[in-house]
């Protein structure tokens, strides 16, 4: 069932994709996964199977807290919110991610651009 | 939050983690069905989207550090519920690991303490007895004149003492006299061994000689039971035998020299003065510790070359004493004989193969058992795997559920080896020299326990692997329980019952031959009644006796008094208790006879009794009459003797009367010792062959020299009535004439005669618990093989019926595989025995001709009980309804 636009993330990038959505403020799982396919507008599509491991993984690193609260629809639900160690992780992330799409876009596009 | 509060919360995150993966799931179908879809469309969509809620929820666990702790608990917890749920499978499983391990740790346990633990003393690498022998070839203890030459001339020992253990010593304690062992030596006694004391000092050069010698050094044992451990128990005085000693020291605990010298005390040597000054007189034992970088053969040949020296000088004394060897004390410790050629190296290497085999045995039927139950969950681990458990995970609770098996029957073990030590403690304090120091030694336990666990684990991957492996679609679609995928499992299985029945049969063979020489050792003819006479030793003090008569004041009164008690039919006394003892003799010649070649062994054991004595061993006099004191002085004021029908034979072979002979023990005719009557035989030794005997009455010892030879005795009582009643009567009656005697309670000759065997006993036993066990465990294997096999081949069976097969026929399919299985296992068997014999043999020698009954009823009984072990599976089988059989599937 995958659309043909969908991408495929690359390894590791699912982590900083949820720290960024979850920065915005306390969400939880369903949302989080809802909000990357919105901001990506429908390129990217989280697979439960990656999504929960990855929350799991960073609530173990303290990178994200999670408290069960009410949802929008009233049924209690895990919202996961930033730690201070998770907003460093961020922008470190953020910042290597920057630098890693500049240098690769460099050598993609290169001087000699013999890409065929 | 740390890892032991999350397994802990375990229950908690698990909950938390349905609900927001279940929170998830409705909001998708919340969402779906806003987007038009009907509700059912919408989970069987979401669901297909969702993929295996299950393995999802293993990731984040996983993901969480909490996993390997959390699921090892979880399996543990499931393990033992598994367990629970077949309790047939876990008793058997985990009996037979106990069984494995105690049996093993028990046996490495003895021969890490008796073998491999080095002995209580400094360098035992460069410690040896030197051996003398005469020109007979006998061996031959040093006298304390050539021990002293020998000690001045040579150059290779940094110590060489001298010791004598001539039995016992009575130490007056608070609640009344103790017989403890004494050690009397040279001077340099301790040198030799390079041990401090722990309290005090030992000898000092020269304490040795008369005046200053009345000195006694304390062992640890002898310190704690007799003196409470004090630590101000240096420089007391103490009475032993009845003389005062001052305690100079106390050795650490562990030190015992000789070895077999249980609760010692060490005084200097306190020599008769006639031995001290006589050349002739053999009866001092030396043992030396060697300079640093001297060769054995070295040693050997310096001692030789002082004896040579010897010959020399004194070449009546001297002449053809050589020194053949010197016995290292670690061989010697373990020695079974006075050469050190047979050592316990050999029976405890052969029993240590005999547990390895068992242990194997046991290894293999668990890891047959463990087959078996995997074959049996091979659906279950599919489903497992068919919802998401990943193969690793699989295998670790596989592994766990062994592990589980595995400590269960650790425990069980550790149980079992103690529990065979305790039963065993009495014997092996008997039968070998350092029997004492076995203990349950954890070392060991857990070296026996890593190899049994490392075998179980090997036995449990095996299945594991496979099992976890199994390709769910193809498992689950099977339906039954896969029989295809059994078979080579079967052949396994098969190959292990091959080898349990093989192992089992070297086991049942040598055990079988170890009790049938043991009965025959227990029985031999000893020409006596061993279970009408009581016998105890007696042991005066020689302080009290000081210018005494033994006889006069001591044994005559306690003799009369035995025999008066009711019940009582003789009484007597003998300085060496046949069976007990023997070499104490010397080479002899007839009065009239020509000389004997000079090779040939003509000597006979010497013995000093009291009139009784024979009357109540129940010997007959066979010819002249018996030793009187009446009589004898007045025929043969040199000496009279009795002598028993080995010596008739030996000496008169064609004939002659020994009765009025006399043997050449003195130059002048009047002055020889003239036989008086002939006795029947009693058995010296029981593995010797009947020695030639000749009985001294004590009496005509002279009374100054009395107490030298007399101070230790063995009481001889026979009853025909109940011998333990006696007991009481006994002890009043010896405490009556003399309380200082300490009185040791008297066992029957029959007792004598089982603990001059123990070692035998003791491998007998062991051989054979361990064989019937192997045996068990064979059943078992076999049992559950033809069982499992009878399981799988239900449907086959049922089929067979249907077309026509009768039961006869299917139980003759079933039987004649398991004949096959026996029939290949006694043949390997076989063929490892034969292949074993020379290894076998330091137990016990094979002679199929004369051994042949025994041989041929332990092949016969062990396939017979295979038969019979198969037989309920087997009738179980036949027993299958075709209709039912075929419709379970």
Redesign the interface.
Known sequence: ?KNPDQLDLPQGTLDLLILRVVALGPI???AI?QRIQQMSREALQV???SL??????L??KKFLVAD?KP?E?G????FYRLTAKGRLQLENETASWARLTEVVGLILQGPEGETS | MNWFQRVFTGKRMEK??D???R??L???V?DKVRAGMTEDEARRTTRL????IA??KE???????TLWVASVLQDLRFALRQLRNSPGFAITAILTLSLGIGASSAIFNVIDAVLLQPLPYADQDRLVYPLMIARTGDTLPSSYLSYLDVRAQQRSFDALAGYSMFGRVNLEGPSGPVALSAVKSTDNFFDVFGVKPLLGRTYLPGEDQPGKDNVVVLSYEVWQSSFGGRADVGGKDVQLDGTPYTVIGVMPAGFRFPLEAREAVYTPLHMNPVWAKARGMHWMRTVGRLKQGASNEQARTDLNRVMANLARAYPEQEAGHTVARLLPLDVAANSLDRFGKRTLAGPLGTLALAVLALLAIACVNVAGLLMARGIKREREMALRSAVGASRGRLMRQLVNESLVLCCAGLLGGVLVGWAVLKAMNVFLVQAMSRGADIHLNLAVVAVAAALSLLASLLASLSPAIRLSGADPNRALRAGSAGAGIGRSQHRLRSAFVITQVALSLVLLVVSGLLLKNLQGLLHTNLGIDTAKILTTRLDLSKGHYAGRDPIATFYNPLLEKIAHLPGVQGAGVIDVLPVQGWGDGYGIHITGQPPYPPNLDMGAETRFVSAGYFDAMGLQLTGGRLLSPSLDKAENPAGTMVVNQAFQHKFFPTGGDPVGAHIDDAPKAELKSGIVGVVTNVRQALREPQMAEMDWLMDEIDPKDRMQNLNSMALIVRSNGDLSALVPALRSAVHEIDPTVPFKTPETMSDVVSESLTLDRLEGWLFGIFAALALLLAIVGLYGLVNHEVELRTREIGIRMALGSTRMQVTKLLLGKVALLMLSGLAVGWMLTLALRRVLSSVVEMHASHDFLVLASVTAGLALVGILASLIPARRAASVEPVQALRTE
């Open positions: 069932m939880h799982g369903y996964a697979q439960q199977g929960y491991p990855a929350l799991h993984r609530e173990y069960w949802s629809t049924r209690e639900a895990k | 938390e983690l609900s927001e993966l929170f998830h409705e909001q998708q919340a989207e969702f993929g295996g393995q999802i990731d984040c666990r996983e993901s969480r550090g």
